[in-house]
């Protein structure tokens, strides 16, 4: 919805800066009696962490969370009380380094300069509230979604990094959990460790594209106009750091299609309506069609890297900037996980929404 | 934000199905004391009404807006009084067509289905409030948005129709004005009326791509995190009828783009600072950076075809359908209006926003 | 919620001066499939429409409304189809008085001084958007709102004129229909019709409390903390114009009682638990309990009277003024049916949240 | 606005329950480069903490409160960014209390019945997240919107305990903070020192009446039709544990009074208009007059009382309760602080909302 607020009934405000004591976020409207333990929420959050492989940044944080409110034990273990649930992770590695040369000076590609420019200050410790890192607090929020949705099966997966797309015949959901780059295609994940290590290397970067698969999804979610699941899902994925496009189904592809090949025909099957393609990415005018709900989303690539980049400073100075430290060579990899995180949460509010409007 | 609204304090809520009495909306949060009249609203709607040329639907709709509220006269002619302004566009032509063939079937492509699925009925005379005739209101909506930031200059084009992308090097922004495609190469707008005229006398469709512009917006509008500027913009642009993606700057084009590239550099200019390039679209960390905000849209091809396609009907069983009557071969044309539209009220919104919380 | 929009789930937005082409609402969010005629509306506005005693303005607007979008024929007659519902109300009465008197005099008592210092300008005409008349399309939304709560029965009463309060133990719901005052108590009725015949011929005019009760109200609906469900009828009540006070049941009279006589005792009942008395007007922690929700409001007289009263000018010049032409001796009687309406839309909301959250 | 967060630019969510980890709140929208400090907040936290006299519950809290982001030291002192700002308090005195006698029985006047109606559980600990602990959340909140309103000074006071009211002739502010009960009359304060001892010792408990003025507040906040700021005071104050009643200025007395009597009269003053007297609490047509904002608001007895009640448990039995331990034996006193907070936080709410439309 508005600045750190997101969701309409499964609402989600997240808080908290890169370095300060803590970040976190407060989940409200969650159904009551859902079980949840503080281990779901961790082993997302653990998918997330950095510091896992050499292809994501050494930043060594624990991201241990703590529920802070909203649950209580029963007979049936912990569940959900219908209150707010509020989560904190403590930053741990808050290493007192020299932020000399970020403190006055505007890193190209990053929001420095614009949050200067709003706010007249920033907080450059790490990025502040622009960084990264605070997309821990919207796994853990995801994490709470799924509870909701369990019969909903959320994925996500690289798909492109550079200008390297999967062999999408070659897509093998087994695989994304087996390398270090969520990738479902054997091979292509053989290709990335050799591409992004040279990458990394020469301290550059690259982007990425990620899709994210919602299967499960009953027909009927999504609230035309303003409200359609698409729209929501353009704006949970596009507020994403270092997003800069969101598709649907064909997506961009749509474009080049003619009517007869981009509409999903139909058939009846045994258990309902059979679409005989899924162009629409499971959404047509704004509303679930019962399909898997496909979307993919390209991250930008880091703007943090070794080679000297041409800048001005607060007062207005030229000057170059290198960013020296630890940062991810392609931060899409860690975006796997939060787009999966919004789109359930995306589904998890519109399922509640539809639920009160239609009953 | 939810359902038929959307902006947080330049808000816009539309109402009306194709075949009703009539469609609107209501702008509500709009400054006071603006110069306004029906005649500038009217500008607007006229560019996307249909039946200008061959090459949008013939259904001959007047769209004639009344403004019913929010309005009055002062010596300095008519003027916004701060109160909701309620626009009105009676429908008129509403032909007593047989709507027997998709009364019970499914269009493959359209929200029938969806419709159908979430509300358990829809209102099926000229696609009711699925119908593209809905974003008139929003193109209403768009004209008074422009009045309140008067300093910022949106324009969209048609860039690609089919697999075919304008020359950008051709771009000139006359030209847009001055074919029926909107689109500013003219070699390419010549291109296309025989390219457009092919697919429509085949009774086919075909997908494009719209790009709008906006120039002139200040530094510092968009509310991070989940107002970002880029966020809503998704939003705004993905609720319009047929659009299955959008990107901001490079978009797509920044998964393939090394950080030394993708990094825009900047440099103190005479009048403040000047960025080198513009691979972020006008936006970093979800907050406009002075440059040109630029977007781009995917939308698809109407699935109003002539060929026949497969579908069911409500009662489960087979059947196929071919949708005749008026339609655009290429709705993408008439989207270029209702982008600019959708700009306009988000960057108007994020002004108000802004100016709200930092003064 | 903000602006000119109340409600969450079941969406309010109304628009209209008093003497511009129309007034109207946007109703967003109705669940499809209810039956729902312009007659049925129109039975709740003739209650409200003055000029049908000497005791209110005679003022003679026909508001007839009409029904723009939202509903659709079907076999089981018309129906809502979950879209948005616009109404309509055209102004007819708008006789071109002589507004000299006005227009630069801010009339005590009145938003003449408040609207100019917000918005720097007024439409003084008939108190623009600060007329009563804006009620209308409050009741016209409360009757979509009734369609929707069918089991839950809203009526409303004027329980004190002045100083006088009506004998509770004379309360007759049948009598509230047989006097011109909404008065419950037909011995006060009577009184009452002397009391303000009085204060009408001297052109005074007189405040009311208005009590309203909603019965068969399920448990349960009410969102904690800041969606209580009594907290919403306060903003709701509030909102009505010259309602100066709102109170849930034993109100303000709750002060003076001890912890022993406030506590509603309970008891286990043929149907389920049973309150021995109410003095929490059916509500306990912001939720409702399943008893007769019920709220009061205190109306404050009007000010537009003929004894003239000390005031300035525009240029800030002293001088008085005296308010003539067709006004309400005792405006609380006509709030009757616009409590009644706001008491139903803000249940109908609840009862979807509660639906979405809870299911 | 909804569930767990008011406020619509300045935005307070706030989380947790009596005896779980943690509650607190994140205030989102708050302006940069505001000087804050954890000490103002406290400070506020102090006079809201129980345990400072026998008449508040002995419960023991330190109520410490910790700013978990949002803000930044700079040459200034610490200030706050713009962004989120997390507030967090730790619950220490969770001692492990007996609740065997309230697991399962439903207390009268308590949320007990209600909310296990609506979620189907409860956290019956202390009350869970209906004990009026909450209420430090809001503190904290209204802590930094006072220093965001700088210029307006908002204090309140009890002015009435039982059937007993002060002396309005003997008004004194420097009296609130020397004694017990934030009473403005000092005479009427040694009274109600007996008054309440009588009834804390007989297990008893007693309503008030607390009052809160806001001077200083410009004229032209307030966002008509539903955004008036005395339709949000009413929902903000009503939202306060045992709340039962607000009114603005004259409020339930305005319906004993006629119009001459209660419209304000006007005259020019040497520093803009006067207004000869305040029925109308500062606020006309729902927005302000540029007077002192008055709000009063009537809080019930507790129903934790030693007196054996009525009542029923879980099961369906018929059953007595009797609530043992510390308690509130004037639940009003506490809210003053409470009252007072709600006030700064709508009254900062409407300044952004309002700088953001009008500018």
Redesign the interface.
């Known amino acids: ?6 969701g ?2 499964f ?1 989600v ?5 890169s370095h ?5 976020c ?1 989940v ?6 859902i079980p949840l333990t503080v281990e779901e929420i961790q082993r997302d959050l653990d998918r997330r962490r950095p510091g896992q492989s050499r292809f994501t940044t050494q930043r060594q944080e624990a991201d241990q969370v ?5 649950v ?1 034990d ?1 007979d049936r273990g912990q ?1 959900t ?6 989560l ?1 992770i403590e930053n741990t590695d808050q290493r007192s380094k020299d932020y000399s040369e970020i403190k006055d000076k ?6 420095d ?3 200067e ?7 450059y410790r790490g990025g ?3 960084s990264a890192r ?1 997309t821990a607090a919207r796994v853990a929020a995801g994490a709470i979604a799924r509870k909701i949705i369990p019969d909903v099966r959320v994925r996500g997966a690289l798909v ?4 390297h797309k999967i062999d999408r015949a070659m897509w093998d959901w087994n695989e994304v959990g087996h390398n270090p780059f969520f990738c479902p295609d054997k091979a292509k994940a053989a290709f990335f460790e050799e591409y992004l290590d040279d ?1 990394r290397k020469k301290g ?6 990620i899709e994210v698969v919602a299967e499960g999804v009953p ?10 699941l ?10 994403i ?1 270092a997003v ?17 090949d ?7 099957g045994n258990n ?2 059979v679409f ?1 393609s899924n ?3 499971g ?8 399909q898997a709900v496909v979307a993919r989303f ?8 070794l ?1 000297p ?4 400073d607060k007062s ?3 000057t170059d900037i290198m960013t020296k430290g630890r940062h991810d060579p392609c931060v ?1 990899i860690r975006a796997v996980p939060v787009g999966e995180a919004m789109m359930a949460c995306v589904i998890a509010d519109h399922l ?8």
Chains 1, 2, 3, 4 share one sequence.
């Open positions: 919805m508005s600045f750190n607020t997101f309409h009934l609402r405000t997240t808080f908290g800066e300060g004591p803590a970040l976190g407060v409200d409207g969650c159904p009551p009696k703590k529920i802070l409110s909203g209580m029963t569940v009380t219908g209150t707010p649930i509020a904190m505007f890193r190209p590609g990053h929001a300069f614009t949050y420019a709003k706010y007249g200050l920033r907080d502040g509230r622009s605070e492109q990094m550079g200008p990458i550059s970067s690259i982007g990425a594209v027909a009927g979610l999504g609230a035309p106009i303003y409200g359609k698409d729209s929501d899902l353009a704006s949970a994925l596009m507020s750091n800069k496009g969101v598709e649907i189904g064909a997506g961009f592809g749509a474009a080049e299609l003619h009517g007869e981009n509409a999903d025909e139909m058939r009846m309902g309506p005989l162009h629409a990415g959404i047509l005018g704004g509303i679930s069609t019962g390209a991250v930008k690539p880091t703007s943090s890297i080679t980049r041409r800048t001005i207005g100075t030229d899409g509640l929404r539809h639920r009160g409007q239609v009953g």
